[in-house]
């Protein structure tokens, strides 16, 4: 792919600052002329572009980290969409750090300290435990839920990892918010897919039925293995959380499940 960038300056995501055009030898003067050619665009004052490189979500992202400086990280709902969410988009550039940054068209958020994060496609991202912990200050409850079902049916994040988050995170104002999601659910420290799968098990326990076992795994005399849902084993015995919205992961796996279904009542 040809490049407009000077041939001194490697960017990630086609992403480059001042400093580091500067320290790859080129003149305050050149990254002008580069500037007013059009080969690079500012995006943030001194953070720029490569115009021939697509414009991505983690060229947003590592534009956006940049700008921050030192330390910053890409986190909310920016995070949400490094991290992936279905029918989600996000335009805004949204970061946390510990420093006051005010730059035109960036949402920072300051932070005592540093909050957990990790690489993602070599942008610095919030944990997606941390990640809901922090949309749960800036997008409704049950936006919060439904990102948080969506990323525990398809293993980004796990009850264990938002409960540890809860913990350390202390008096982060996003608490009660991930608290209320999770209140009242008897089977929260259960490894569940999803928030509506819990309730599943939950509910056959309200109703006096006792407690199921998750995630049985059965093998048919066809040689077919299936993981269940809910399960009374001895009873030979299943529930499952049916649908092709937020519990499962695609029209495919719903159609997959009438197979499914099939066999293990033939069983």
Not at 121 to 130: C, S
Not at 193 to 207: F, I, K, Q, Y
Not at 224 to 234: A, K, M, N, R, V
Request: with cysteine; charged share 20%.
């Amino acid at each position: 792919m040809k490049t407009s960038l000077h041939p001194l300056v490697t960017a990630q995501h086609g992403v480059v600052t001042r400093q580091q055009c500067l320290g790859a030898g080129l003149s305050p003067r050149q990254i002008d002329l580069l500037l007013t050619s059009g080969s690079l665009v500012a995006v943030f004052r001194g953070v720029f572009v490569d115009p021939v490189s697509p414009p991505t979500i983690d060229q947003r992202a590592m534009a956006a980290t940049l700008a921050g400086g030192s330390g910053a990280v890409v986190s909310h709902r920016m995070a949400v969409a490094m991290h992936g969410m279905r029918n989600f988009v996000c335009d805004l550039a949204e970061i946390s750090l510990t420093q006051r940054v005010n730059r035109p068209g960036l949402a920072a958020h300051r932070v005592n300290s540093a909050p957990p994060s990790r690489l993602v496609r070599n942008v610095m991202v919030t944990t997606a435990a941390r990640t809901l912990l922090d949309c749960a200050t800036v997008v409704s409850q049950p936006t919060v839920g439904r990102f948080m079902d969506t990323w525990m049916s398809t293993g980004i994040v796990k009850l264990v990892d938002i409960d540890a988050e809860l913990i350390s995170a202390r008096k982060h104002p996003g608490i009660p918010c991930l608290e209320s999601l999770l209140a009242a659910r008897l089977l929260t420290k259960e490894e569940a897919d999803s928030l509506a799968e819990m309730e599943l098990g939950e509910l056959l326990v309200r109703h006096g039925m006792p407690t199921p076992e998750l995630h049985h795994i059965v093998t048919l005399a066809s040689g077919t293995t299936f993981e269940l849902d809910w399960s009374y084993p001895d009873l030979m015995v299943a529930f499952e959380m049916d649908g092709y919205g937020i519990h499962l992961r695609s029209m495919a796996a719903f159609d997959d499940d009438r197979t499914r279904r099939n066999e293990l009542e033939i069983a």
